[in-house]
């Protein structure tokens, strides 16, 4: 009887510690999904654990990175001096593109040299496969989006007809968009009224991606949670921990509270664009720099200054650059210039850049355009790699580099863009498999077919079903099906009585700070507004005007002193370049 008894009790114990086991394996992925990314209970996860990789950076290299990663079953953490996209991956020129600037240099070097650029060839098929891989991956956020490139010389018509229709043919039949066409002058005085018709001869007409940089960032945060890595914003690397020279970990700072952590880690990923030659010197001082900087401006006018569902393309300024004039988020966008500069944190806008980008668009457009006209801007800060690896390091990389540090076992990605973040993931997460003796052909990404958190379901018609349920304008139910998905209903059903518009004809609403906070690790004014609900990317005015009140509400929310308080409205007003 009493083997009996404890035999039954021994059984019943491990019954009980594997449904543990289960409950906290397979919970801790669905209660990622319900409560979203809770900043604090990420924290938890680093007592006494062992992580796989690492990854420093929480722009769109880090975070594409954390989804290939976790996706494949390693123990991922990632850690983001400021907040994920809060540099170069939230201040991009809202494209997905194989860049027709690439396609240029590609066709004049085969004209002019009779050479074959195979690099600069892959470089454009695979940004162009890509392309279509994010539209299909996070539909919400990332659409096909035509663009007109109005041609005023008659030598140009063939040139840019022929040179789009090859745009298509290189996206072959997985990167494949609607095809280019040629517009007469005639049709586009009918269809863009916008645009200066003087000397003009026709246009073509092409198509790109065109999508919402910082929420994707967002939404490429809630999978990776979502599928078990820890993520950790506000949290500097301040150090390394090495054995026999070999990285073993980090130590991070908590930028909130001024705690220290040691985080254990097989493999790290340094992922942090422009700042990598940072890390890369604080690991090992001796190697050699392998990035400089190229600073990009954008402005944001109201959007009669855009075409109706159309981008242009202005192939050739005054000085030879691309611009763009894109519709985005109701707002005309314009951008970019292109700069060389110091790598810095938070770079600000000059005047001179905001007067040549005025200047030099206002020649293609019908109406006049003034500093008064500019309702926003930004510049964010493009990394331009050189492989330390190369025969000749002069020559900037066209594409990411992946760079390993023999010595410390430090793995580097730069370099790529928005449009490649994905297999960029896939190809440093490769690297870092092969230095875990594990085998990347073997275990394989699983990203390319990977929907986005809440986006399974997700068709443009239901914002209807908001309107109808929860009684809301139009443009404000489109915008929050846009943005959140399939958690829409799950943001308006917790803030019943906060469905009021933030700012007068901008689609934001109060809620959407609530839930920021809460859902989205939010912790700073400047990642409520600039990242998460996009009032200062649109709209300075409006911004200033609720400044006040979302310092108040997350204050409250998070337990902010009054110097804490304003000292976050100081830092906001810097950043935003508000004046008081």
């Known amino acids: 009887m009493t083997l009996k008894l404890v035999f039954a009790v021994a059984v019943f114990s491990l019954f009980s510690e594997a449904q543990s086991i289960c409950r906290d394996f397979y919970g801790a992925k669905r209660s990622s999904i319900e409560q979203g990314i809770v900043r604090e209970s990420h924290f938890k996860n680093l007592k006494n654990s062992e992580y796989d990789v690492l990854i420093i950076g929480g722009g769109s290299a880090g975070l594409g990175s954390a989804l290939d990663a976790s996706t494949r079953g390693l123990k991922t953490i990632l850690v983001e001096a400021d907040d994920f996209a809060s540099e170069t991956s939230s201040k991009s020129t809202k494209l997905l593109h194989g860049g027709v600037r690439y396609l240029e240099q590609l066709w004049n070097k085969l004209l002019t040299q009779r050479e074959w650029d195979q690099t600069l060839y892959n470089l454009i098929t695979d940004a162009l ?14 659409q096909p989006l035509a663009l007109l490139t109005p041609i005023y010389s008659w030598p140009e018509v063939p040139y840019y007809w022929a040179g789009l229709k090859i745009y298509d043919l290189f996206a072959g039949k997985k990167g494949k968009l609607p095809g280019s066409h040629f517009l007469s002058a005639q049709k586009i005085k009918q269809m863009y009224p916008q645009i200066n018709t003087t000397g003009l001869k026709g246009g073509v007409v092409y198509y790109d991606g065109q999508f919402n940089d910082a929420r994707l960032a967002i939404s490429l945060a809630h999978t990776a949670s979502s599928q078990g890595a820890t993520l950790l914003n506000h949290t500097r690397v301040v150090g390394f ?54 600073s990009g401006t954008h402005l944001v006018l109201d959007k009669q200054f855009s075409l109706p569902e159309a981008g242009m393309l202005i192939p050739k300024t005054s000085d030879g650059r691309v611009l763009f004039v894109l519709p985005w988020e109701g707002k005309t966008l314009i951008g970019t210039t292109d700069s060389k500069t110091d790598v810095v944190e938070k770079p600000k806008t000059t005047e001179d850049d905001i007067n040549y980008l005025i200047k030099e668009v206002a020649q293609y457009l019908s109406q006049p355009i003034s500093r008064a006209d500019v309702k926003s801007y930004w510049t964010g800060i493009r990394p331009l790699v050189s492989d330390p690896n190369a025969a000749d390091t002069a020559q900037l990389a066209r594409d990411h580099v992946i760079n390993r540090n023999e010595k410390t076992g430090l793995i580097t990605l730069s370099g790529g863009k928005w449009t490649t973040y994905r297999v960029m993931g896939e190809h440093a997460i490769d690297q870092v498999m092969v230095q875990l003796g594990r085998d990347p052909k073997k275990e394989t990404s699983k990203t390319e077919n990977l929907k986005l958190q809440g986006t399974k379901e997700w068709q443009f018609e239901n914002y209807k079903t908001l309107m109808e349920k929860y009684k809301l304008p139009e443009d404000v139910a489109i915008y929050l099906n846009r943005i959140y998905a399939g958690h829409a ?92």
Do not use: C
């Open 129 to 142: 496969k890509e392309r279509k891989t994010v539209i299909k991956n996070s539909p919400n956020l990332a």
């Open 241 to 294: 921990e090495k054995e026999n020279d070999k990285i073993v970990g980090a130590i991070v700072k908590d930028m909130l509270t001024g705690l220290t952590h040691t985080v254990r880690a097989k493999v790290v990923l340094n992922a942090t664009g422009p700042f990598a030659d940072k890390l890369r010197q604080l690991d090992d001082p001796s190697v050699p720099a392998m990035i400089s900087g190229a």
């Open 489 to 580: 209903t799950k943001l308006l059903d917790l803030y019943p009585n906060l469905h009021q518009r933030m700012a007068i004809d901008l689609p934001f609403i109060w809620a959407e700070v609530y839930y920021a906070v809460h859902f989205e690790a939010a912790r700073s004014i400047t990642d409520v507004l600039a990242r998460r609900v996009r009032v200062a990317t649109l709209d300075k005015m409006a911004t200033n005007a609720i400044l006040e009140r979302v310092s108040q509400i997350m204050a409250t929310e998070l337990s902010w002193s009054e110097q804490i308080r304003v000292s976050n409205l100081e830092r906001a007003r810097i950043e935003f370049q508000l004046e008081k």
